[in-house]
């Protein structure tokens, strides 16, 4: 009503008409004294600067204050004592086309998991996988693994397998530290990071760690860290050279990374992600055997 009298010269009368309101509720001016109401709101928000109008509520009929909540937060608007929500950030990442890989370091895929000794300590285990041969590059246990200890696990495993083209990973903290970064522009890696909530874009990865868990974590009993260790890296040693893998013709990681270092590789190539471009690489097309087809 102000608005429209001020800013468009508006009568009261046609003011009210378009507004559809009586004229004597615009003339209206409430008679109550809030003054004694805004001193208690005034002492508790300086003492609780960070509660809201409701807590603040609770915290005056606890002094024996009888008020209404609606009256509360309108005194408690008038006063600008509102609580500002800070904005949560939403991370974003650009959905990338996913690569055809033909041959091994091409593409690796990184993730921890989780698990508990036998002694109540928290075990946290770094999952290195080669995309292309699934072969498991590195299993390290520990109850800490920071950014700084994982780029050291990659370094070890650099020197017997050679720097990849591009790494696969999540949105972790360990994954997005400036170190991790800055180490992968130094070793001119890059680093593919998959979209907030899509585990499914570094399946290769998450299939491994289902394996991890129902056939060692799931299976084995761990006393203390050292023990876990042991267990993990013999598991390791058995999936790559005994354990014949599905998605490679019922070959071992470590006997079908043999035969691709001794066949030629195509041209790579790019596809988008989807269902074609998670069905396993044609192997025919690097001269393997096919082997049988599964049932």
Not at 83 to 98: D, G
Not at 173 to 182: K, Q
Not at 221 to 233: C, G, P, S, Y
Not at 269 to 276: C, D, H, N, S, V
Request: glycine share 4%.
């Amino acid at each position: 009503m102000r608005r429209l009298v001020t800013e468009f010269s508006a009568s009261e009368r046609h003011a009210c008409e378009l507004m559809e309101i009586a004229r004597m509720t615009h003339r209206y001016c409430s008679r109550r004294d809030d003054s004694t109401l805004r001193e208690q709101l005034l002492r508790l928000a300086r003492e609780k600067p960070r509660f809201g109008y409701r807590r603040i509520h609770i915290l005056l009929g606890r002094e024996g204050v009888v008020v209404n909540h609606k009256r509360v937060q309108r005194v408690y608007r008038e006063m600008g004592l509102s609580v500002k929500r800070t904005k949560r950030k939403r991370l974003m990442r650009v959905l990338q086309p996913r690569p055809l890989l033909t041959a091994p370091n091409q593409e690796w895929s990184v993730d921890f998991v989780s698990d508990i000794a036998a002694s109540g300590q928290r075990l946290r285990v770094f999952c290195a996988v080669d995309s292309f041969t699934r072969e498991c590059l590195a299993l390290e246990v520990d109850t800490s693994l920071p950014s700084r200890r994982v780029t050291r696990v990659l370094e070890r495993v650099i020197q017997h397998r050679g720097v990849p083209v591009a790494i696969r990973c999540d949105n972790g903290p360990e994954i997005t530290s400036r170190h991790f970064l800055a180490w992968s522009v130094e070793r001119k890696i890059d680093i593919v990071h998959i979209q907030p909530g899509k585990p499914t874009q570094n399946a290769h990865v998450e299939s491994f760690n289902g394996r991890l868990r129902e056939e060692c974590l799931n299976v084995s009993w761990f006393w203390n860290l050292f023990d876990a260790r042991r267990k993990i890296a013999c598991w390791r040693d058995e999936y790559n050279q005994q354990r014949p893998h599905s998605a490679l013709n019922y070959f071992t990681p470590e006997e079908f990374r043999r035969q691709c270092s001794a066949s030629p590789s195509p041209v790579i190539g790019t596809t988008e992600i989807g269902p074609a471009s998670r069905q396993p690489c044609g192997r025919a097309s690097l001269g393997l055997d096919p082997g049988p087809t599964p049932q």
